[in-house]
């Protein structure tokens, strides 16, 4: 079974950026379509960007214009490169692939605070 390892959270500063990773046990990224989801305390996990394999992307409107998901299929990595961040951006943030194939990781923190 396909594994995802997220890294790149932190403590920020609002209006700083982070860059977020999403590591593959397997070189999948090439075949399938992958998201970015998080969990805020106390709320439900939402998708939060979709990288298809053609390249198309999708952001949830609180994120457009401020977050970048890309990819290298090479390398099995996902990134979220986050920009201008808000203290509501505070989360726990995930990846896995369109069918949910992964068990969910831990995750990498994300915390957006002066």
């Known amino acids: 079974q396909v594994q995802f390892v997220e890294s790149g ?39 939060v960007a979709r990288s298809w394999r053609d390249t198309t992307t999708y952001y949830t409107g609180s994120v457009k214009g401020r977050f970048t998901i890309s990819r290298d299929n ?26 949910l194939s992964a068990d969910w990781g831990q995750g990498t923190q994300v915390t957006v605070s002066s």
């Not at 860059?19 to 969990?39: H, N, V």
């Not at 808000?86 to 369109?98: G, L, M, R, S």
């Open 9 to 47: 959270g932190g403590p920020v500063q609002p209006g700083g950026s982070l860059r977020l990773s999403c590591a593959a046990s397997e070189s999948i990224f090439s075949t399938i379509t992958m998201d970015w989801y998080r969990q805020a305390p106390g709320k439900e996990r939402e998708l």
């Open 74 to 99: 090479a390398k099995s990595t996902m990134y979220l490169q986050m920009n201008n961040l808000k203290p509501e951006d505070t989360a726990v943030y995930y990846c896995n692939d369109i069918n």
